[in-house]
């Protein structure tokens, strides 16, 4: 079988280290150790020096000539003021400067996002040991060696073998006529049922407003509860098949927030209806978790006029930063155009995005799978939340600059949008537990 599991790290790693130790003792040492793993990468990413400064001091990081440095002081073109917690849970992977945007605490006071975001590449990989994605370096292949068609389907008559292959190749599958159309229709009719039932503010739906003034419920969350159809969907040989295509055990999931039911409104001016790109581990916890698969079922079609799943191929096999699409990536952007009854699958370390609809709105319903845990449910998943999406609160500065292609503040789903995960569910249970 064919793994996607990346994780590197579980609860027991998670050390906390002091800004002084990190920037003083440890990173010099890392950045001689993995240089040849981030030097081209930072090169193609040109790089410039970026200052940290924190309450315990200030440091430099710099690419200058062969070699990495670290400097102290913060006569630097980008810097990032930073609590000293910050920087530990930076260096422990349960945070990237994405946490920082969408919690509204980004402190830029030269530079912007996008400068932090080319340091964050670089230091996940001079700390995981893992190389920064380069030009070219992320191939696709068929199972016969041949060139992988990224365009391609499957249908229920597909070889798992294949499919698996593709999935892990490609990073997303399409998968066509996955659920019969009356099932969608069911579960359409039971999303128009449900939604008088939601209400802004009540914790478990997302609103959005349109041009046209409309005051819109865009996702209800725990929507099993509301329909039997889609508790069927969700306990069926044809959805349980999409879980075993990997190697892992991964798990679907079997309390909380199971499903979300989505509509998708044309001319959101206010809420965040469509999430722009961004990796299911965009605010961190990848070397922990990664990768979970998320699952659209597509209720009544998807296309570039109603709204489509975008994704970039291969971005789940590249260390590249984590939201937003840096116009220079060479990686292949692909569109899933579904009809009604057809499936996509994508990692969660997939860079994805919801392109708007604009001439007819569209239905889906999103779930997925996640990794069992590997150890002790701890510190690591106790931060982790349900998965749902957190709007950002504003950040100090530009959101990037326009070589990234990075946009403004947007809607990141958190704690890696993996909520099948065992980890998230004994989070809960632990959260429940100690809450007692
Ligand atoms: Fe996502
Ligand atoms: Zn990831």
């Known amino acids: 079988m064919v793994s996607l599991d990346f994780r590197t790290r579980t609860d027991a790693d998670i050390r906390g280290v002091s800004p002084g130790e990190f920037f003083g003792g440890e990173l010099p040492a890392l950045a001689a150790a993995h240089c040849d793993l981030a030097l081209p990468g930072a090169r193609e990413l040109g790089v410039e020096p970026f200052a940290f400064v924190t309450p315990s001091g200030a440091w430099t990081v710099a690419l200058a000539g062969d070699a990495f440095t670290v400097t102290p002081g913060d006569d630097a073109p980008a810097v990032a003021h930073c609590a000293d917690d910050d920087v530990s849970q ?13 919690a509204g605490r980004l402190r830029m006071v030269r530079g912007d996002l996008g400068d932090f975001l080319d340091w964050w590449v670089v230091l996940r990989a001079l700390i995981d ?36 292959h593709f999935l892990a190749e490609a990073g997303y599958l399409h998968l066509r006529g996955w659920f019969p159309r009356e099932w969608m229709d069911e579960i359409a009719a039971d999303m128009d049922r449900a939604r008088p039932g939601y209400a802004r503010g009540d914790g478990r739906s997302w609103w959005a407003r349109t041009a046209a003034g409309e005051d819109r419920c865009v996702r209800m969350q725990y929507f099993d509860e509301h329909s039997a159809a889609v508790r069927e969907l969700l306990a069926s040989d044809a959805f349980a098949r999409i879980g075993g295509l990997l190697e892992g055990g991964y798990e679907a ?25 961004h990796k299911d581990c965009s605010l961190g916890m990848h070397s922990y978790r990664c990768c979970g698969l998320t699952v659209g079922i597509s209720v009544t079609g998807a296309d570039a006029r109603s709204g489509q799943l975008r994704v970039v191929a291969g971005s789940h096999r590249a260390l590249v930063q984590p939201a937003f699409l840096r116009r220079d990536c060479d990686l292949p952007v692909v569109d899933l155009p579904t009809g009604t009854g057809d499936v996509t699958v994508h990692a969660s370390c997939t860079l994805h995005m919801a392109q708007p609809p604009v001439e007819r709105e569209r239905k889906v319903c999103y779930t997925g799978f996640g990794l069992p845990p590997r150890g002790e449910a701890g510190d690591a998943h106790r931060r982790a939340d349900d998965g749902s999406p957190r709007e950002a609160r504003g950040a100090a500065g530009p959101a990037g600059g326009s070589r990234r292609g990075a946009g403004p503040p947007v809607a990141i789903p958190a704690g890696g949008g993996q909520t099948g995960s065992a980890g998230n569910r004994h989070s809960r249970e632990k959260t429940r537990k100690r809450g007692r």
């Not at 930076?90 to 990237?96: A, M």
């Open 129 to 164: 040991g893992r190389a920064v994605h380069t030009r070219g370096a992320v191939g696709f292949a068929a199972r016969d060696d041949g060139p992988l068609d990224l365009g391609r389907s499957f249908t229920p008559a597909d070889d798992d073998a294949e499919l698996a």
């Open 253 to 277: 999931r079997t309390e909380g927030n199971r499903i979300e039911a989505l509509d998708k409104p044309i001319g959101v001016v206010e809420g965040i209806s469509d999430v722009p790109w």
């Open 90 to 102: 930076l260096v422990d992977d349960l945070v990237t400067p994405m946490t920082f945007l969408t």
